[in-house]
């Protein structure tokens, strides 16, 4: 996924396509929101790696949007 969201983040040109990412990824029927609801089916001891790692990587996210933000906004 955060592959995935590397690439698209590249391509993105406006703020506009940046917020349409932002909702494909992190939105609530994005795509790291459905690993997040998949925690449910995973065993207790598993559950504190699976979700810690869900969380690092939402927040590389959005910390990887907020720079692509402010060059936009800077461009």
């Known amino acids: 996924m955060a592959d995935a969201f590397r690439r698209e983040l590249e391509g993105v040109d406006s703020v506009e396509s940046l ?5 494909k990824f992190l939105g609530k029927k994005g795509e790291l929101s459905e690993v ?12 504190p790696r699976i979700g810690g ?5 939402r927040d590389a996210l959005e910390s990887a949007m907020g720079g692509k933000q402010a060059e936009l906004e800077e461009a």
């Open 19 to 23: 917020f349409h990412l932002k909702a």
């Open 36 to 47: 997040l609801k998949g925690l449910k089916d995973v065993s207790p001891e598993e559950r």
């Open 53 to 57: 790692r869900a969380n690092e990587l």
